[in-house]
Every structure is written in C-alpha cells, then in structure tokens.
C-alpha cells in the first residue's frame, strides 16, 4: 500500500492545490468565480460557524440541497472537522429525510430554503438540534441577485426565524477553523450515503476517508494520467454531487488536481452546451439520459463542443445507439464508468484504448473484481455470465445499524469480503467486464438507482393495499419507468391508480413515484412465498415486444 495514501484525507489534496494555485477558480458557478484559495477560506470559515454551534469531531451533518457552492463549501468544512456528512437528495420529502435523520442520528441539517419546510416538518420529531438555511443565489454579487428576483429567476422559500435555525451567511463571518483535528482515515468516517434497501427502508453506506481517497487516487493516477493538465483544465460537474459517482470524479479531476470545475444547479442542455462553449471544458460526465437529451437538442448545432477531450458515462447502461450518434457528432468516444455507493468507484474505460458500448472498463487497482454463480459464488469461466463481486482492501464493509443487510449483501470468500453489486457481467478476452443485467430489485430510472422494495413498501402503507410488486419498464428516454402491480383489499372501494399515485407522491421523491399502477388479484411467488419480481419483469419484456412486432 502506497505511505501516501496511508495519511490521505478526504480534503489532504484540496489543501495541497489552494496553496499551488491559489488564484486559479477552483469552481464557476452561475458565471461566478471562486478560487482555491477563497474556497478553502469560506470552507474554513463555514468550519468555524458549525463548531461554534457545538458540532464536533463525528457528529453527522446532513447536506440536503442542489448543486452549489455553498454544498461545496460545506462539504469540505464538515470534513475539516472531523464530523461526517450525510448528503441526500433535494428532492427527497419530510417523510424520507425523516427516517435517515433518525437512522444516521443527525443533529445538524444545512438545507435550501425551498427545502426548509419540510426540514420543520421534522424537526419535532427527530433528533435534529438546528438548521442551517441558504438559498441558491446567496453568495452571488447583489445586482445578480437582484436580476434574478425581478425576473423571478431564483426559486425562494419561507423560512422561520427561531433560534435553532441560522442563516448560511452567518456562519461564513466567524473567523477560520485553523484546529487541528486528529483525523485516522481507517476508522473515522467520511460520510454516510444512502441508497436502497431491500426491506424498504434505505441502507445507509457508510464511508472512511481512505475508502474515497484509493479510488480518487486510482482515477488520477491510473486514468486520467497525463491526459489531466493539472492546473489547467476544466471539467463539468451537472449530475448531483450527492451521487458518489459525481463526488468522486468532481474530486479527481477539479479539486484534487487544481482545476476549474463548472458547477450546474440543474441539468438544463442549454446552459450546459453554452458552458461547453464558453469556458471551454475538456472533461464531462453525464448520464446516459444526459448525452440523449443533448443529442435531442435542437439547438446543438449552434454550440461549439470541439473542447471536449474525455466523456465519461456512468449510472445506468449506456444504448449503443447513443455511443455511435455521439461519436458522429462530436468525433470523440463516450468512456464508462462503473461503481456503487457500497464499493465506491470500481471500474473504468481506459482512454489509450478505443471504447466498446457494452464495456464497462477495467477494475482499478485498489478494486478486486471477481464474477461468480450467484448461487454457488463459484466463479464461473471468463466469457461466462455471472455476479460481480468486489472488494478492496480500503473500504468499510457494512452498512450503517443494519446487521441485516449487510449479511445478505457481503460474502466471505477465501478469506476477503466481497460485495454483491447484484449485477450481472462476464469478462471479455482484454480483461474487461460487460454489462449484462442488473438485479430484478434495482430500477434505474434517468439514472437515478430506484429501490423495488422502497416503493412497494409505500404502497403497501396504504390502507387498502395487501400486496405489490414493483418493476422497471424500459423507457429509451429515461433507462425504465417505474411501475407497480397492486393487489387490494375484497372490500377496497373507490381506489384507483391515480389514489396511490398521490399517495406515493407524499411519501417518495418523484423519481420513485410509479408512472403505472395495474390492479391484480394476485402476485407470483415462490414456494416459500417470496415474491418473483422477475417474472414480473419478464411479462413487460414480452409485452413490450409484442406491441413492437403488432406496429
């Protein structure tokens, strides 16, 4: 193991760049620049605020808002810290921020304040002990922020005053957290991320600060190489940094590397393409949703996108059909990215070799991949199809509280724990793995990973509902469609799809939400009497073709 990384912190290379480059922009952010050096002193600074509000060395603080900077900025103060972040979704209601704040025993929250009223909504309930509220604009020069709000451009909330709740603003005016904290990047956590359970309720994953550094170190090191111009490239961050996908690349290829990083709130193609444009970026990642919507753009041809080097693609499987149409377009290649919140970042396309649209690359070299039976968890013959399991010598292997999962989600084999992405791949004759299929219990929806079993578990919540069964229609826009097959009570009256539509809208971030509800008397399952989701799957697979051979 390299005696470097044995010290690595999450934020030990970010230190390193604002001292090199402290004038470079380390972030653009709605056409506004701020330097490593004035990043690192607001993170120092925002720091300093939360430890005067009594956050310590691993309390957990929750970021609960959209790209920005102030998500950055608090990022990297939480990590000077010591303490742990909890990043979730924008999008998430009051009824799911609830359960992972009472599950990771959040006592801090920073939250939008578009967002704050479903932080209140929580606040009697849990063990939340303040909120800290920003809007989008807040750290733009006023007359930006007063354009904004003439033409009702910047989206604002009604905040409370109360004394648990403090204003974003407020915390970057104490003076530098200059402490320093002992920090073991074995056992100290870096964050907790949350993805989806298998008994309904989110798993949260949680993560040191060498678990992330290995795998950061391995894509700059052993991807990106000398094709990254350190302290002069630019790369462009749309997806949500919550994603451990975009975390990991945003610090790889920006902060770790002092470059500039063109942070989007949201993934709007327009502003994206003139952001290509405009500040000349070299690097992008994006979804496979991502690279159709630009695709499908009818402005396309008035952008100049002849910058861009290195496309990388991760998330959901990328259509070949979009592999080949970007290559015509742009006359570069889309490269891949595989991974998940449990195992990091594993694999990757190599940029010295000509990509395939079925690949996924090759492991990194702080990951061991195998394929296996997933019955036998033999391995099975190169060529042959079976479940990746990965493991690295740098992770934690658990999830948080849930003994549980984490049981059916590790194995030991030979002496190692492995991971069971739940994917299915084989390995071609250059080494690298190909995407086959993905568990019947993940949809991938825009890219988003949707658990099967979270939604049902709504719909099961709801009085007249006994049974369902959720599954991932495919969708050439969006990867799948989410959509549920319910059984309800005899006596249930009145009850229709829209009814549970709604009903899951109160309780699930939209992209969980199904987009068809189909009513049946029973469900199939197994003997023991465990669901079969995937004959469910594969009667949508049939019914799909059909209406295509019918056309």
Request: proline share 5%.
């Amino acid at each position: 193991m390299p005696v470097e990384l044995e010290k690595e912190l999450t934020f030990s290379r970010f230190d390193r760049m604002s001292e090199r480059y402290p004038h470079r922009p380390a972030i653009t952010y709605l056409g506004e620049n701020f330097s490593f050096a004035e990043l690192r002193n607001l993170s120092e600074r925002f720091a300093g605020g939360l430890a005067e509000l009594g956050v310590r060395k691993g309390d957990r603080v929750m970021l609960y808002m959209a790209n920005s900077i102030q998500w950055v900025i608090a990022f990297l103060g939480i990590q000077k810290l010591g303490a742990v972040v909890v990043p979730v979704s924008p999008i998430y209601t009051s009824f799911e921020i609830e359960y992972m704040i009472k599950d990771a025993e959040v006592e801090t929250i920073v939250c939008l304040d578009t967002n704050f009223c479903y932080v209140k909504e929580v606040f009697s309930t849990t063990c939340l002990k303040r909120a800290i509220v920003t809007n989008l604009a807040d750290l733009l020069p006023f007359i930006k922020k007063a354009l904004g709000k003439c033409f009702d451009k910047i989206p604002h909330g009604k905040v409370d005053k109360a004394e648990n709740v403090h204003s974003f603003v407020s915390l970057l005016r104490h003076a530098p957290f200059t402490q320093k904290v002992k920090i073991n990047p074995w056992s100290d956590l870096s964050y907790i991320l949350y993805t989806g359970g298998t008994t309904g309720f989110p798993k949260g994953v949680p993560g040191n600060h060498i678990g992330q550094t290995s795998y950061v170190k391995d894509v700059i090191e052993e991807v990106a190489r000398d094709h990254l111009k350190e302290g002069e490239d630019v790369y462009i961050a749309v997806n949500p940094l919550f994603h451990i996908m975009v975390l990991g690349l945003f610090l790889a290829l920006g902060l770790n590397k002092g470059n500039r990083t063109i942070l989007m709130p949201a993934p709007q193609v327009d502003a994206i393409l003139e952001s290509i444009q405009r500040y000349r970026v070299r690097w992008m990642l994006g979804v496979p949703a991502l690279y159709r919507m630009i695709l499908e753009n009818d402005r396309l041809d008035q952008y100049r996108l002849d910058s861009l080097a290195y496309c990388y693609c991760g998330g959901d499987k990328l259509p070949v059909e979009i592999f080949r149409r970007w290559k015509e377009h742009t006359g570069i290649p889309i490269y891949q990215v595989y991974g998940s919140t449990e195992a990091g970042h594993v694999t990757y396309s190599r940029i010295e070799r000509d990509p395939k649209p079925t690949t996924i690359g090759l492991p990194l070299r702080s990951r061991e991949c195998i394929v296996v039976d997933p019955e036998t968890l033999e391995k099975v013959p190169v060529g042959s199809v079976g479940e990746l399991l990965v493991t690295s010598p740098y992770t934690l292997k658990s999830y948080w509280k849930k003994p549980e999962e984490t049981k059916s989600s590790y194995v030991v084999i030979e002496g190692k724990t492995y991971y069971r992405m739940g994917d299915f791949v084989k390995q071609d004759e250059e080494g690298e793995l190909v995407y086959v299929e993905r568990s019947a219990d993940i949809i991938k929806h825009k890219a988003y990973r949707v658990s099967a079993s979270e939604v049902e578990a709504a719909l099961q919540d709801h009085p007249t509902v006994i049974g369902a069964c959720v599954v991932g229609v495919p969708d050439m826009k969006v990867g799948e469609r989410v959509k549920a097959i319910v059984v309800l009570k005899e006596d249930a009256r009145g009850v229709g799809g829209a009814d549970l539509i709604r009903w899951c809208r109160e309780r699930l971030a939209p992209y969980k939400v199904p987009s068809y509800i189909e009513f049946r008397d029973m469900l199939p399952k197994s003997k023991v009497g465990k669901l079969l989701r995937r004959e469910i799957r594969e009667e949508e697979r049939r019914r799909l073709q059909k209406e295509k051979f019918e056309i």
